[in-house]
């Protein structure tokens, strides 16, 4: 009896308020409404926004219905375009084709609240029937609290009812989505684009459910998380209320909907959901032209300036549109010979089915003539934002031909696997799709018919580069091979791998190699592993066990200095980890003694604070540091740095710069110099010092998380001694020079009056990497330098446009960071590492472009923002400063 009281009761109440929903809108009534649309786009950094106004007259009435279903017939009256007057906050009327808009009825089949079919005349102007559209939707209510989803001029939203009183209620506009709309954006958040939506509306009607009155506001907030001062928003508020005009109307004496709305001539229906721009802002100049015109900005000596970037950021809108042909005509033009190299990259970049065929026409692949422009090509392709299954599978299918050109051969390798991962992580993609799967089972073919170490380096280096998950066991099958090279391969693929991949189990394995329980491993793999481990956020125990390892009778001391430094390292950077770290160390009596931090030679001390400011291993000389590279108003960017030492020679010195934003990491580049059987140059006790390995040293180099080919300095003891009494080995080698894009995002969203609002934003890398080492018998020393030379150029837009009225902001940030990398290492006696990063004076400068027109009239402003970064020699730990002191001494 009871249930039956429930159900009744709830009965009642759907009827209490559905009942007024099937009064609403009376039929042969129509009402008049007093119409206001607000439109403004601001900057962050700028108050000044731009922005119109549309007001008009709307009347509404219902022509024909059931208590369920009605036909509404719409009628905008004598809309006006104005803008705010440039000597006061007033609006005036501004000439626009709103003026000549015609008094064209439209109409919509409302259903208990929902609009589920809207008609317009056939001969009306697109942008004048996406208002209609706006306004149409702002019909489409319900008087239940709830969850729904609604089809309305915004797409297909998640809808939340909210009553605040009996005719008062809220509605909240979430996930709005289309088919039909642009996106592409960055998988990675540190260099993404943050676009934020609000979309609210307050309405009240009337005793018999009819809307009164309605106030609809949204608001899209857009912020480069990279760069916080870039960015703005756009707020349109709509108001619709009752003018208190109700007069009669003329019905449809038809029996059905269906009947009645065949008897209205010159009508077509059109989904509210489906919007046609008007007009899609400004159209890219000709490819040619501007090409043209920024030639002189895209040569290679101008590669690390921030001219370069800027130059191919405005090129590759141009270039996306752009035809096979126009590409070759530019290419083979003899005006542009000089310019060859930047505009392969800008073919990279543009990473269309065109500007491949385009490259394929102009560099034979296969040939050693064209070797510097196919690895140009090809390492620019493998950074580019926006991989095409067409282009991979085209140069998967050349690699399977493995011609006679090594360097290309495995250049083209890496570049297969980086766009593989691109392509695996788009949105409607996955390691399972079929052209990653291709990759996949090329490489691992490829690496399983190998009978040389360095053979299957190069496939390692491409599973480095593809990360897939399902080629793990094969890394660390790799990892116990018996040729140090291969092993080393193997474990930086997968310290390549990101930090939330491993499991518990993996996490044992790298132990394993860390204490090599199973064999001895190179310190190379070892310090790789425990890199891994403390991505892994270890546990107190866990770094207990890891300090432990200090009082052990290994000899290798270089790994135990790199793991102490890099416990300080992290202590420094994460307050969590701290904690954990001095909980492990103070309150153990077996490390915290004068037996073992005295006798072994490791000096800790500890501020007030608990920050690490001297960490030391008395016989070992590796270190770890970090740095801030820039900070706001340009990109929050941090430096880290690791070099580990082997028989007083470095053996790998790696030096990242990472983007860090919304907590999140991005590591733009990573140099790391590495050398092998240098040892013999100066005494060492490590017992695992290889004193028959052969004398080589290179440049390992990754862009944008892209593996590239190393770059060779010397291989073998003839070939050193050769640089050596040369002198060549003392000059700048050029080891990276190119242009690549860095932010690449694209959205589309629909606005509740109709307009559409675009956003675009790309950012362009120009970068020139160069090192060197010097190695003096002489003198018993040795010095590495890299030089970075870094130019960043950022433009974005933010438009709405139609055909009556444009409003659009730009907005472009450029600087030209600097970085200077030397490490002096002398040997005469007792060995000493000086490290030096310093960092020369740079400017930031942002401007900005706000114009908003009709096609008779226009208001341009223009603002100009600039920043110096003062220039400075980086403090790095106390370690490294007293061998620098030390040294010069």
């Not at 009965?11 to 409404?33: C, L, Q, W």
């Not at 676009?195 to 309405?203: L, N």
């Not at 752009?322 to 543009?350: C, H, P, W, Y």
């Not at 059987?677 to 028959?692: K, Q």
């Amino acid at each position: 009896m009871k249930a039956v009281q429930n159900f009744l009761f709830i009965a009642v109440i759907i009827t209490y308020f559905a009942e007024p929903v099937t009064n609403a809108f009376p039929i042969g009534s129509e009402r008049s409404y007093a119409v206001l649309n607000d439109v403004t786009i601001n900057h962050k950094n700028d108050g000044k926004n731009i922005g119109y106004r549309i007001n008009g007259v709307l009347k509404v009435g219902a022509i024909w219905g059931t208590d369920e279903e009605k036909l509404l017939k719409f009628h905008l009256i004598s809309p006006k375009l104005q803008f705010k007057s440039e000597k006061s906050s007033n609006y005036v009327d501004q000439p626009s084709p709103l003026d000549a808009v015609t008094n064209l009825e439209f109409y919509a089949i409302w259903h208990l609240g929902k609009i589920t079919k809207s008609f317009f005349s056939k001969k009306e102007d697109a942008s004048v029937v996406n208002l209609k559209k706006g306004l149409i939707s702002l019909f489409q209510y319900q008087l239940l609290d709830g969850r729904y989803t609604e089809d309305d001029v915004s797409g297909r939203c998640d809808v939340v009812y909210r009553s605040k009183s009996t005719n008062h209620y809220e509605k909240m506009k979430t996930n709005c989505q289309s088919d039909d709309l642009n996106f592409h954006s960055r998988d990675t958040t540190a260099i993404g684009v943050s676009v934020v939506s609000w979309r609210m509306s307050d309405f009240v009607v009337t005793q018999d459910g009819t809307l009164d009155k309605i106030e609809s506001r949204e608001y899209h907030e857009i912020v480069v998380n990279a760069f916080r001062s870039a960015g703005g928003g756009l707020e349109s508020v709509i108001s619709l209320k009752f003018d208190g005009s109700i007069s009669n109307i003329p019905t449809i004496k038809e029996t059905t909907i269906s009947a009645a709305i065949k008897s209205i001539k010159g009508i077509k229906s059109q989904p509210l959901s489906s919007l046609v721009d008007g007009q899609s802002g400004p159209k890219p100049l000709n490819v040619k032209e501007l090409v043209k015109k920024l030639k002189d900005d895209l040569t290679d000596e101008k590669v690390g300036k921030y001219g370069n970037a800027l130059a191919i950021s405005k090129l590759v809108q141009a270039a996306r549109v752009a035809s096979k042909e126009e590409f070759v005509k530019i290419l083979k033009s003899r005006t542009m010979k000089d310019n060859r190299g930047q505009l392969l990259d800008l073919l990279a970049a543009t990473q269309t089915v065109d500007s491949h065929e385009a490259a394929k026409e102009i560099i034979q692949f296969t040939s050693a003539e064209y070797q510097t422009d196919a690895e140009r090509y090809l390492q620019s392709l493998g950074i580019g934002t926006r991989p095409k299954n067409v282009v991979i599978e085209d140069l998967l299918q050349l690699a399977k031909k493995n011609f006679d050109e090594p360097k290309v051969m495995d250049t083209l390798i890496q570049t297969i696997a980086s766009m593989g991962c691109r392509y695996a992580r788009l949105p409607d993609q996955s390691y399972e799709s079929e052209v990653v799967r291709n990759i996949e089972a090329y490489l691992l073919s490829s690496l399983d018919a190998c009978k040389e170490p360095l053979c299957k380096v190069k496939y390692i280096r491409g599973l480095q580069n593809l990360q897939s998950p399902n080629v793990k066991t094969v890394l660390w099958a790799g990892v116990y091979d018996d040729d140090r090279v291969v092993t080393v391969a193997s474990m930086k693929a997968l310290r390549n791998y990101p930090k939330g991949f491993w499991s518990e189990n993996d996490k044992n394995d790298f132990l394993r190699v860390f204490y090599q329980q199973i064999r001895k491993f190179d310190s190379s793999a070892r310090t790789l592993a425990l890199d891994v481990l403390l991505e892994q956020n270890p546990s107190t125990s866990e770094i207990k066990e890891l300090l432990h390892f200090l009082r052990s009778n290994d000899k290798a001391f270089e790994v135990k200095q790199y793991l102490l430094q890099n416990l300080a390292l992290k202590s420094d950077l994460c307050p969590q980890f701290r904690e954990r770290f001095t909980e492990a160390l103070v309150n153990e009596p077996l490390l915290y003694n004068y037996h073992i931090m005295g006798q072994k030679g490791i000096q800790i001390s500890f501020t007030k604070c608990m920050k690490i400011t001297n960490y030391s291993f008395g016989k070992g000389l590796s270190t770890a540091l970090s740095g801030q590279f820039s900070t706001a108003p340009s990109f929050n960017g941090t430096f880290f740095s690791s070099q580990e030492v082997h028989g007083g020679v470095l053996k790998r010195g790696v030096v990242d710069v990472v983007v860090n934003a919304h907590n999140d990491q991005f590591r733009l580049f990573t140099v790391e110099l590495y050398t092998a059987g240098l040892s013999s140059f100066v005494s060492s006790s490590d017992d695992d010092n290889n004193s028959d390995e052969t004398a080589t040293a290179g440049m390992e180099i990754t862009v944008q998380g892209s593996y590239l080919r190393p770059l060779e300095f010397f291989n073998g003891q003839g070939d050193l001694m050769g640089h050596v009494w040369s002198g060549t080995a003392s000059e700048p080698t050029p080891a990276y020079t190119a242009a690549t894009l860095l932010h690449d995002h694209e959205q589309t969203l629909r606005l509740q009056n109709g307009a559409s609002l675009h956003i675009n934003v790309l950012g362009t890398l120009s970068l020139d990497l160069n090192g060197q080492i010097q190695i003096s018998l002489w003198n018993r020393n040795a010095h590495c330098q890299v030089n970075k030379n870094t130019g960043v150029a950022l433009i974005g837009s933010i438009s709405s446009d139609t055909s009556f009225v444009s409003l659009n902001m730009n907005f472009t940030i450029t600087e030209e960071p600097k970085m200077q990398i030397l490490t002096e290492i002398d040997f005469s006696s007792d060995v000493k590492l000086c490290m030096q990063v310093i960092q020369p004076e740079a400017v930031i400068r942002n401007d900005i472009t706000k114009v908003q027109q009709t096609p008779r009239y226009s208001i341009r402003r223009k603002m100009n923002f600039t920043h110096r970064l003062l220039g400075c020699s980086h403090l790095l730990n106390q370690k490294n400063n007293d061998m620098c002191r030390s040294s010069l001494l």
